[in-house]
């Protein structure tokens, strides 16, 4: 992972060159470039930012189309589908299925909700809890990784046995250790104080365990930096530690950022899933596309898309992100793909 | 024909006992046929939707403990194994004969059976019993109540002022145990036959000991405990040498018990006969409710079970403090729809005292048979208390997660902000009855220790109020129900129909005070495998699945 900024920079030439690129165009513009001629990874992007919009229309579709929130229970209600009035859940407790109406287009689950309605409130959450733990994870990962990177010794030490130590645990029993309890209690951290049943806990235990996978790689980035010239010529200049991470090094470890973040992204995701499907993200009654499938699991001889169009839901969007992601890092570093390629023809001979 | 497909059926039953013997299976099948058609011997799974609560006698107190406990820690009384009212008769266990009591009514006397053993081979002295009352009431029993407020002496042993419980004295060398009581209670045989007044060891350490059970006197013993995932019951070899009459010495070598939180694939895997016995505690998922009933009709078989099912509102702070906002809960509370979330295990019902008990109100509900929501919002209104926040407690399993999810969607409704809190199964009511967590409302329920009004007025006795495993979540504390239970408590079961109308208006005040949502009655589902010869086994009125009367085919 190191490699990918400085290779952007340093091949930036050859590969201008070979993208049939004109003199002065900058490796970000190069990159853009790059990533318009890959159509998956634009095909993905959009469908994942496709979700994103009808996630964001969500109270709009509630409030227009299916007249019911997402934790409104409907259990006696009835609803008019092909003229014959139909209970939303059965007295045996079954509920209904899916009307291909604007009121429970996809049916009910076992409260009566709508599940169209909840999937489109729970992408909501479900997004909403990955873009701020990447943004979390991304923020404490530059910081860590480049301190360490950078001061070396004791500084390097300390944190790198931090981050050491969170990386020793698998990521979703840390996150479930850490879902159940705070879940209990909420956080509590000075001025910090967050109701245990509120999203930015999961986004807060995610965001946390995801640093050591950002960081280490930055920090392996910058101890190649910092012995570069340009950082010397920095130090010469008068130019004191503070000053070189921010104008220096950052510049340089930024597209490394920036490729990690979609697949920060798609993992923030993927994990707040499991965490809401084993209870300890985000809590009900609020939905999330794990904790519907959770919910759906029960009913699965009979109503398998309570548990299915969630599920689809989450792939369709940690695919179009991965995908794009991985178009991203390609754009930014052309080298890779070739490597990647390469290794794999040594692998299959 | 009828005698024709009987047999039939005989012959295929054999037929595939002998395949599941030939190609084995979840179970360990060995075992030889008794005269009475099925076997004696092997051994069973059983699957559990929530691990018990504690599997040490003097501490559980959930249904799942006490299918375990009542079989291995024999009290001086106990019930008749026995399906549904005679199940509730109370007969001599490790006592000789049922008590003489006094003419006021205060002093009991049993005399201990003689030659009886532990099951780790040491004598039972009658000075056991005082020793492992101490106990249930040190490690703090969640109905420990039932000992404090009426044995001489319990309560000043509870708060530490006496090193022991003057009101029982105990002879060993006859085995003559004599309890004194501070006041007349009618239902004390009962609390007798508890599962924590089921005899340990003296000098059994006074902690919780779910994890290594102590000895105990009873058909079987528990084993190998895997907390919160796995334990055996295995028979006590001793047992049926003390020859008690009435009180089963077991079919089964051993029940292993497996805890499996999806009640999908708890279902499932009895359905498909990988496993022998659903938890009667758990609910059978919508889903799989027609193939079970058609599949399985011969082994399931949905039996009603005296209890209630209730929110319970905290009176000791906002905003239920308030009996307008209680009463309009109440009054919200949409019954059918409970019904409903239970896949219609359940029968609605608005009374604390459950049908079929003493006391159970034939008048309508004070809240009308359907829901009212204007009225509702109305009350709130004028409590002074919308826009409140609730923390509504509730347990992970289904379909107490949907009430939970239901009764928080009904709270927003009315005029309450509230939410959720919902924690692991065996956790749940050991942290909602404990004074730390004083929580405002939340799920519970109750089914009968025994088959009196009182032990469903514990759950309102103001007296039964503990710091520890509380079981009086509202936290009602009312001068006419302490004064109505002081009058009513006393008299002896034998004449509890004397008092039905008395117990009738003290229900029906309770509804009106609202100090609980009580919503419904459960059915229970008596679900087995096919290795099981299910006409036998008896599903007790109160201890549910009746393991020392399971039987293989």
Known sequence: MATVDSTVRAGATAARDADGGAAGIGPYRLALRRLRRNKAALA?????????????????YADRIAHTGPNANHVTDTVMVGGVSKDVVSPTGQPLGPTWHGRFLLGADQNGRDIAVRLLYGGRNSLEVGALATLLTMVLATIVGIAAGYFRGVVDGVLARILDLIWAYPVVLLGIALGTSLALGGIAIGPLQ???????VPAFIIGIVYIPYVAKPIRGQVLGLREQEFVDAARVGGAGPLRIMWSEILPNVSSTLVVFVPLMVANAILLEAALSYLGAGVQPPN????TMISDGIRLIPSAMHLTFVPGAMLVLAVLGINVFGDGVR????????VRLEERGEEASR | MRVWIRGAAAIAVALLMAAAGCGGGGSDNKGSTSGGGGQEGGTISVLMGTAPDYLDPGLGYTTQSAEATWISYTPLLTYRHET?????ELMPGLATGQPQVSSDGKTYTLTLRRGLEFSDGRPVRASDFRYTIERSIRVNWGGKSFYTSYIAGAAAYDSGDASDISG????DATGRITIRLTEPYGAFPNVLAFPSS????????????????????????ITNVSPNRSFTVRRNPRFASFNIPDIPTGHLDAVNVKVISNTQSEAQQVLNNEADVFDAGDTLPP??????????????????????????????KPPFNNLKARQAVNYAIDREAMVRLASGFLEPSCFFIPRGLVGHPTSACPYGDRPDLARARQLVQQSGMAGTPVTVWGEERSPRREYVDYYTDLLNKIGFKATEKIIADAVYFPTIGNAKTDPQTGFADWIQDFPNPSDYYLLMDARAIQPTNNQNFSKVDDPFIQKELKRLNPVPATRLDSVADDWTRLDEYTARQAYVAAYGEESMPKFFSDRIAFDSAVFHPTYLNDWATFQLK
């Open chain 1, 44 to 60: 993905f992007g959009a469908l994942f930012a496709l979700i994103v919009v009808l996630c964001l229309c969500a109270p709009l």
């Open chain 1, 194 to 200: 967050l109701q245990g049943n509120s999203l930015l």
């Open chain 1, 287 to 290: 939905p999330s596309w794990g």
């Open chain 1, 330 to 337: 390609d754009a930014l570093d052309p080298r890779a793909k």
């Open chain 2, 84 to 88: 549904g009212q005679a199940g509730g």
């Open chain 2, 168 to 171: 029982i004295t105990t002879d």
């Open chain 2, 198 to 221: 089921g005899l340990v060891p003296s000098g059994t350490p006074m902690r919780n000991l779910s994890n290594d059970p102590p000895p105990g006197v009873g058909p079987y013993m």
């Open chain 2, 287 to 316: 889903s799989l409710l027609p193939q079970i009933e058609s599949r399985a009709s011969d082994r399931f078989e949905r039996v009603p079970v005296p209890s209630t099912y209730y929110f319970f509102l905290n009176t000791t």
